[in-house]
T-cell receptor, first 110, second 113 residues
Framework: KNEVEQSPQNLTAQEGEFITINCSYS?????LHWLQQHPGGGIVSLFM???GKKKHGRLIATINIQEKHSSLHITASHPRDSAVYIC????????????FGTGTRLTIIP | DTAVSQTPKYLVTQMGNDKSIKCEQN?????MYWYKQDSKKFLKIMFS???????INETVPNRFSPKSPDKAHLNLHINSLELGDSAVYFC????????????FGSGTRLTVV
């Protein structure tokens, strides 16, 4: 079992819908990252979280440290949001490597 | 002005060859990384260097050797390439070991034939 699990693996939605992608992890972490990978391959860092909630434009990321769970929300989704969204956790002190989830492929249909 | 640049973007080579991928960052970051993304798009850490010193070395065949001539560069040399080495390799950098986030390069797609 992967230390970082994401759901769903694939998500197709209509333009304008509210999107939620979930990430659960089983290890101690110092931070959690949400990354975006577009077709064509480049990886962009969206959020880094260690507690609470962050918002950037139409994107919102939350984390519950006690439950070891994070969510990424997209409001008013748009076809340009179509990408793979990857959750990654940075380990505790002494184990600072990033461990990645398997990604969620999001497709927004116009 | 690209923050983390990798070259080449595409690399097609025959089994048994030796090849290198170069990575340079102009962000002044202390830490650099190599990640491998397999055909199922799963990312995994390979190596991490902090100020030219190797700090993470995952279970990677010793045909893979990172080299960091200075803290702005981390190159990846691969000897005796095998079919299973085909993947996308991403370089990344971060200030202070990832405490303040990561910046990724655009990736190098390696195809071994």
């Amino acid at each position: 079992k992967n230390e970082v699990e994401q759901s769903p693996q694939n998500l197709t939605a209509q333009e304008g819908e509210f999107i939620t992608i979930n990430c659960s992890y089983s290890v101690g972490i110092s931070a959690l990252h949400w990354l975006q990978q577009h077709p064509g391959g480049g990886i962009v860092s969206l959020f880094m979280l260690s507690s609470g909630k962050k918002k950037h434009g139409r994107l919102i990321a939350t984390i519950n440290i006690q439950e070891k769970h994070s969510s990424l929300h997209i409001t008013a989704s748009h076809p340009r949001d179509s990408a793979v969204y990857i959750c990654a956790v940075r380990g505790d002190f002494g184990n600072e490597k990033l461990t990645f989830g398997t990604g969620t492929r999001l497709t927004i249909i116009p | 002005d690209t923050a983390v640049s990798q070259t080449p973007k595409y690399l097609v080579t025959q089994m048994g060859n030796d090849k290198s991928i170069k990575c340079e960052q102009n962000l002044g970051h202390d830490t650099m990384y190599w990640y491998k993304q397999d055909s199922k798009k799963f990312l995994k850490i390979m190596f991490s260097y902090n100020n030219k010193e190797l700090i993470i070395n995952e279970t990677v065949p010793n045909r893979f050797s990172p080299k960091s001539p200075d803290k702005a560069h981390l190159n990846l040399h691969i000897n005796s390439l095998e079919l299973g080495d085909s993947a996308v390799y991403f370089c990344a950098s971060s200030p202070r070991g990832g405490y303040y986030g990561y910046t990724f390069g655009s990736g190098t797609r390696l195809t071994v034939v």
